[in-house]
């Protein structure tokens, strides 16, 4: 009997050798009894494993939420939120003589215009901003393009003479509407003060230069005659300037920005009109939508 439980012992023994030099090395422990397999799983190195694995997540959130905040802080300096430029503008314009501090002399009575008439289209399509201190100083550019017209009080034509232009009174005709139009490709350099580094919040301040090149310029005029409404466009330069600088100033809140621009040139050649050579334009007017 001694020696039948000897020889289980050893068998057993040598069963149990065998199954160790099967462990794998992915930590689990095959023991072969008979057409029977025992898997042991090593539960130390499980919970290493899943302890690391749960770490490697905690670590992934929080890179998510460190991005997350960085992406927010981006949109927060997005200077998208700062269109000063960018967007659609309405205005007025006025008439003034830049040798007489802006304001026109009986000379200049046949080139009077009435100003709420006179409006000013600004369709500012483009706006890149440098930001000098976090949005709170930022330096403006971009493109736009200018319309603006002037209506005549007095019923007058323009008339080209000896390479000069001069505003005619027609006392033959009664215009409904005497207009010159005058359309210019433009490009700002603006330097801005915000009061808050959030577009929406706060005071902000503008004030630079735009510079223009003329692209059309027409006199558009409608009247009555023999019963009949007669619209009439006269193309032509006009002798006006080709190029345009002026000075402006924006201030605003929110969305709201309202502006005020006054030439720095005049708006015909100097020489080549009466009196005319020496007319500025002043600008006032409110932005309607932002881009």
């Known amino acids: 009997m001694k020696n039948i ?24 422990t095959k023991i072969k ?28 959130e929080i890179t998510i939420k460190q991005n997350e905040k960085k992406t927010k802080a981006k949109k ?31 000379n200049f ?25 976090k949005k709170h100083i930022l330096l403006t550019t971009g493109f736009g393009l200018e319309y603006k017209n002037f209506s005549f009080k007095n019923n007058i034509d323009l008339v080209e003479e000896n390479g000069q232009v001069n505003p005619v009174v027609n006392n033959s005709l009664k215009y409904k509407k005497d207009k010159l ?51 009439k466009r006269t193309k032509s330069d006009f002798n006006l300037n080709p190029y345009q600088l002026y000075g402006t100033l924006r201030i605003g ?3 709201l920005t309202l502006y005020g621009n006054f030439d720095l040139m005049p708006l015909f050649k100097e020489g080549e009109s009466t009196l005319g050579d020496n007319l500025m334009v002043v600008s006032a007017g409110v932005k309607l939508i932002g881009f």
């Open 181 to 231: 139009h005058v359309s210019y490709f433009q490009m700002p350099i603006l330097l801005e003060f915000n009061t808050s580094s959030r577009a929406r919040k706060g005071f902000y301040l503008a004030a630079g230069f735009v510079g223009g090149l003329k692209m059309y310029s027409k006199l558009y005029q409608k009247y009555d005659l023999d019963d009949n409404t007669i619209k």
């Open 33 to 60: 009894l008979g057409d029977k397999t025992i898997i042991i799983v090593d539960k130390n190195d499980k919970t290493e494993d899943t302890i690391s694995v749960k770490e490697e997540i905690k670590d992934e």
């Open 109 to 133: 009575k046949n080139w009077e215009i009435n100003p709420w008439k006179s409006r000013i289209w600004n369709i500012n399509f483009m706006e890149i901003n440098l930001s000098i201190v």
């Open 76 to 106: 927060y300096y997005n200077s998208r939120n700062y269109s000063r430029w960018a967007g659609l503008y309405l205005g007025i314009n006025q008439f003034g003589d830049i040798r007489d501090g802006g304001e026109l002399t009986a």
């Open 5 to 28: 439980i000897l020889l289980i012992v050893l068998l057993f023994s040598v069963t149990i050798a065998n199954a160790q030099k099967e462990k794998s090395d992915s930590d689990t």
């Open 253 to 255: 809140i929110n969305r």
